[in-house]
């Protein structure tokens, strides 16, 4: 082999799966550390996500919203950009979904509400993102300081809306009435009801498969379309954009409203397919679980999906691990998703100096 | 008339006690930034040294054990992010969510596993808190109208954490503007190579800069456990760590303008407290959201070149490539 075909190797496949490997190794430091076995902890969580076909159904559920957000985070990077409003992003996408259940007229078929549903995701979850968008690319101010705050306002929008504005008479918790069942994205173990066979119920709805045909458009985007090459030149290199007769400026808008509609998406899950009302903080941590699953697919829909079933898998093994052991709370995932941040994006390059030392030396004859 | 002006005093008492926090931490970025190293990490240092001062106070009976044990705490986080954006030059915007994300979780399964309790800590007693200092003279300038209550009500009466806060922008401002180490930071963060060239090193001074922010951060997060509140609280820095940051960028990387910025910030968020279900004449209630998330829209203003233009550092964000 050559020194640049083990260069690529090394950079595509092995730098990744050490750090993979590395934070794993550093999450079992850290169940070592509260006095919890590693090994049988590992065995709880993987029983809990697919020991039992309701576990399976809730592993797959988690899936779909960190596919959704996976898929945001990434489309942004491929132009260069951090999309770290995922979060904002989310909320205010649910907000469009959730108008549209809420105020279309219900005799409609669900044929056109749930597409309805999806488009009111999309747009108001490009909306949430255009303002950052338009500032980065126009104004210069930078994309990942004005989507955080974008996150705050979010927020504060959706509290203020949803205890002055949304919350249905009478009702003390800030909550919206109640969808139309028009409105509802049918329930898998429904589906399967409907066509005679019988599964344990889960809040696994067909937005899972909603998310799978995103994964491929995004595929298809990215690799197959002019906007998507342009997008990808522009993140690779500004100058080379502009040479090409690309307008930087333009992918840029386009590229964060693409990245928000996704993270809106998050919604048609959580609201349409599962709690059929819109409430508080449906979306929380799903945005910033997106950059773990981002970074963890490099970017690629098919890594995505992988990345985001694992996350499925810790979500709902988690929940199981923490009901089996007191000393385990559900946030070992979140620690995890730090971990795993830290290890393949801050510190991506940890191995590198010593891979490339030892598995592609400049070779003395050159 | 008075029942006004001691509701201002009360106003401006409370947003002392609010920005304290803020002024640390926003004095932490302002180090970090100055030297070419953006810190979204703030917020993460922030909960993690409140969580583990107020750990520390509970185990040892003081809260100065309790500080010294949070500033540790921040510092090692600190030096993460300085191994992933200096050493390793890697992005320094996913290491520092990285730091906020780990902070969030550990603070949550180390309170199970320490108190066995989801996400708070015991009840500080008097003794393992900051307790409020009166200042000597009150009971004499007490009489003079006005003066003797302002200093009595807005002066007097802070913890010691707070006044540290104001003590350490001058302090601040004299390490970056008169002396050599400032200088070499300033340039560090605007332009690398010249004083790589010149002989620096690059790399220490970035990390001694992460060093003293993550010494600031830990005094914040001690503050918020240990002074300002009596115990530790799943989440209890609810995003002051991200409003330092944006009290940075509004006082444009300077001390004194930073300083005032937080000021501002803190007493948007008492006047948000004392508004509270208020009618005002003419306006009528104003939502509590709204006046919330006024540092985040005027921030966003600001970015947007509305009012004045934010610069930041010129070599931010970029990690420092050696020529070979």
């Known amino acids: ?84 409003g995922g979060e904002g992003q989310a909320y205010v996408g649910g907000l469009g979904t959730a108008l549209v259940a809420l105020y279309i007229d219900p005799t409609l078929s669900a044929w056109l509400i749930i597409p309805l549903g999806i488009s009111g995701g999309l747009l108001f979850g490009a909306m949430w993102a255009i303002i950052p968008a338009y500032l980065q690319a ?71 498969i909603i998310a799978l045909i995103f994964s491929a458009l995004v595929w298809f985007f990215l690799w197959h379309t002019r906007w998507g090459f342009a997008i990808r030149a522009t993140g690779k290199s500004n100058d080379a954009a502009v040479y090409s007769g690309i307008n930087p400026k333009k992918i840029i808008v386009v590229t964060m409203c693409i990245s928000g509609a996704l993270a809106g998406l998050v919604g048609i899950n959580e609201l349409m397919g599962v709690q059929h009302r819109l409430l508080l903080d449906f979306n929380y941590g799903y945005g910033f679980g997106g950059i773990a699953v981002a970074l963890m697919g490099r970017n690629h829909p098919i890594g995505i999906i992988i990345a985001a079933l694992l996350f499925g898998i810790l979500y709902q093994g988690g929940m199981d691990l923490a009901f089996e052991m007191q000393s385990v709370s559900r946030h070992i995932i979140v620690v995890m998703q730090g971990l795993v941040i830290l290890f393949c994006g801050g510190l991506e390059y940890l191995y590198r100096p010593i891979l490339i030392r030892f598995l592609a030396p400049i070779e003395a004859s050159e | 008339m008075n029942d006004l002006l001691l509701n201002l005093i009360l106003t401006l008492d409370a947003s002392f006690r609010v920005c304290t926090p803020l002024i640390f931490a926003s004095m932490a970025g302002l180090f970090a930034e100055r030297s070419g190293v953006v810190d979204i990490g703030l ?103 006005i003066i003797g209550v302002i200093y009595r009500e807005l002066i007097s009466g802070h913890n010691i954490l707070v006044y540290l806060a104001f003590a ?39 990390y001694k800069a992460l060093l003293i922010g993550g010494i600031l951060c830990g005094i914040g997060g001690a503050y918020i456990a240990t002074a300002h509140n009596a115990q530790f609280t799943k989440e209890m820095t609810a995003g002051q760590g991200f409003i ?59 970015l947007a070149g509305f009012i004045g233009k934010a610069i930041p550092p010129k070599a931010s964000a970029q990690p420092y490539i050696k020529e070979l």
């Not at chain 1, 640049?4 to 750090?19: A, E, K, Q, T, V």
């Not at chain 1, 969808?179 to 589906?191: E, G, K, N, Q, R």
């Not at chain 2, 409020?132 to 009971?139: A, H, K, Q, W």
């Not at chain 2, 050599?180 to 620096?200: Q, S």
């Open chain 1, 138 to 208: 126009y104004r210069g101010s930078h994309i990942v300081i004005t989507t955080i705050m974008f996150n705050f306002l979010a927020s504060a929008l959706m509290v203020y809306l949803l205890v002055h504005v949304l919350r249905e008479m009478g009702q003390m918790s800030p909550q919206s009435k109640d969808f139309p069942d028009s409105a509802w994205i049918p329930f898998v173990h429904d589906v399967f009801a409907g066509m005679g066979y019988k599964i344990a119920e889960s809040p696994l709805n067909l937005s899972f």
């Open chain 2, 244 to 302: 330092a940051l944006a009290a940075l960028i509004f006082g444009k990387w300077h001390p004194y303008r930073v300083l005032a910025a937080c000021f501002l910030f803190g007493f948007l968020d008492a006047l948000a407290v004392r508004l509270q279900g208020v009618v005002l004449p003419v306006i009528g209630e104003i939502p509590v959201q709204l006046i919330e998330a006024t540092p985040y829209i005027l921030t966003v203003i600001l």
């Open chain 1, 1 to 84: 082999m050559t020194r640049d075909r083990r260069l690529s190797w090394i950079n595509g496949l092995l730098l990744p799966l050490f750090n993979v490997l590395t934070a794993f190794l550093a999450t079992a430091i850290v169940f070592i550390l509260i006095n919890v076995n590693p090994i049988e902890a590992t065995k709880i969580l993987i029983y809990g996500a697919f020991g039992y076909e309701e576990g399976i159904g809730y592993t797959l559920y988690y899936t779909t919203n960190f596919i959704f957000t996976g898929l945001a985070v990434a489309v942004a990077f491929h132009a260069g950009l951090f999309n770290i």
């Open chain 2, 168 to 206: 350490t922008v001058p302090l601040v401002w004299w390490v970056v503007y008169r002396t050599r180490f400032g200088l070499r930071l300033r340039a560090v963060g605007e332009n690398p190579k010249a004083v790589d060239t010149a002989g620096l090193s690059v790399e220490g001074l970035r």
């Open chain 2, 43 to 145: 917020e993460g240092k922030l909960l993690m040294s409140a969580f583990i001062a107020a750990s520390a106070a509970t185990v040892f009976s003081s809260p100065w054990i309790g500080l010294l044990f949070a500033i540790f705490a921040s510092c090692i986080l600190a030096m993460i992010h300085g191994l992933a954006s200096i050493t390793f030059k890697g992005n320094q915007i996913v290491s520092g969510v990285a730091i906020n994300i780990l902070a969030s979780g550990l603070t949550m399964i180390l309170t199970l596993a320490w108190f066995k309790s989801g996400g708070i800590t015991p009840t500080l007693q008097s003794d393992e808190r900051f307790l409020s200092i009166t200042l000597p003279g009150v009971d004499i300038i007490d009489h003079i109208p």
